[in-house]
Every structure is written in C-alpha cells, then in structure tokens.
T-cell receptor
Framework: AQSVTQLGSHVSVSEGALVLLRCNYS??????LFWYVQYPNQGLQLLLK??????LVKGINGFEAEFKKSETSFHLTKPSAHMSDAAEYFC????????????FGKGTKLTVNP | DSGVTQTPKHLITATGQRVTLRCSPR?????VYWYQQSLDQGLQFLIQ???????AKGNILERFSAQQFPDLHSELNLSSLELGDSALYFC?????????????FGSGTRLTVV
C-alpha cells in the first residue's frame, strides 16, 4: 500500500528565508505526486503536481518541488518566504493506472515569522 | 471559488442523529471523492463515485453511506453519529480517467457532534 511521510508537523521560518517542506513516499512504482495547501478554514488548493517529464516542477505562489526517484522524495521549496505562505501543506500520492484516490501525508504547518 | 460546492458549511448535531452532507462537483467533472479530516487521523479517503457508480471505497464506516445522483451531485449520509465523527468532511471532484489531473476541493463541512 502507498504511504506518504512528511517530516516535521510544524516548520517555522523567517520572512524572506528559504522554505523547505519534506515529503517521502512509499510505493513500488513511482506514483503521481502532488502538493496541496490549506489556509485556515478553507479547503485544499493544488500547489503543483508531478506526473511525468521534467522532475523539477513549478507551481503557484513561487513554490517548486523536485521528484527524486532514487530518494523516493518530492520536497517542496520556495526561495523566499512571505507572510501569506503561512498555512498547512499536504503532500499526496496517487497510483498510476490504479485507484484514483489520493493518499495524503499528515501535513506540515508552516509558520512565517516577521 | 473552486467550483466545488459543499453544503452546509457547519453542522452541529447530537449523538445518535443522522445528517446528510451535500456536494456539487465542478462543471464537467464526473468523479466525486469524499474525505474526512480530523486532527488525529489526518485526511482519510472515504469513497469515490464516478458518473453515478461507486468506484473506490476507503475507510468508510458502515454507518456512513454515499451516493451520486444523475445530475452528478453527491450526498454523504452519516447515521448513528458518535462524538468521534466530529470532523471536517471534504468533497473533491476530478475528471475521471485522467488521474494525473489532481482534485478540486470544496471548502468542507464542519460537523460537530455533541
């Protein structure tokens, strides 16, 4: 069965600092990979996704993620944090050719300090 | 506005009662997914419908049931409610058959069982 591990349930950075949120997956076949963001009292919004092709994918709000098959990782980064980035971030996987359900990690809450 | 509409936004009910949560998918999406989000369990997949038919089932309790109607809206029925059923319930939709598209989430229904 697929699983997703997000290292660090809480991450705190200063405004302008690098944001790095970690995600590792467990799957016999590399799955489709997603990052979602959830702002307080809102639903989840797709930030970016990796399906095929270039392993470095760019998303909205200046975020990007790199798929590393050898490390089974899909870490999310942003060069310079903004106060508006404070939210909870979820990594998710979806198997190729199988069920379309998304399996989510537990989430990482990002705090941005002024 | 994501295009996925969930009603009601908030629901407070007593133990033992039954409630119905409603979801209208984004225009053109045939698949509807239901997820439960709680602090201890995170985001848990409940069930998926595609064009009126059940397509995948996850950790859905026997007290819970769902259906998708000909107009593609979906309802999640929760019965014999317990305190532990208090959670955020999300509906998401996607273009089925293309699992790499990701989901579009609604803003959720917050259920409080007292």
């Amino acid at each position: 069965a697929q699983s997703v591990t997000q290292l660090g349930s809480h991450v705190s950075v200063s405004e302008g600092a690098l944001v790095l949120l970690r995600c590792n997956y467990s799957s016999s076949v590399p799955p489709y990979l997603f990052w979602y963001v959830q702002y307080p009292n809102q639903g989840l919004q797709l930030l970016l996704k990796y399906t095929t092709g270039a392993t470095l994918v760019k998303g909205i709000n200046g975020f990007e993620a790199e798929f590393k098959k050898s490390e089974t990782s899909f870490h999310l980064t942003k060069p310079s944090a903004h106060m508006s980035d404070a939210a909870e971030y979820f990594c998710a996987v979806q198997s190729k050719g199988g069920s379309e359900k998304l399996v989510f990690g537990k989430g990482t809450k990002l705090t941005v300090n002024p | 506005d994501s295009g996925v509409t969930q009603t009601p936004k908030h629901l407070i009910t007593a133990t033992g009662q039954r409630v119905t949560l409603r979801c209208s998918p984004r225009s053109g999406d045939l698949s509807v997914y239901w997820y439960q989000q709680s602090l201890d369990q995170g985001l848990q997949f409940l069930i998926q419908y595609y064009n009126g038919e059940e397509r995948a089932k996850g950790n859905i309790l026997e007290r819970f049931s769902a259906q998708q109607f000909p107009d593609l809206h979906s309802e999640l029925n929760l019965s014999s409610l317990e305190l532990g059923d208090s959670a955020l319930y999300f509906c998401a939709s996607s273009v089925a058959g293309r699992g790499d598209y990701g989901y579009t989430f609604g803003s959720g229904t917050r259920l409080t069982v007292v």
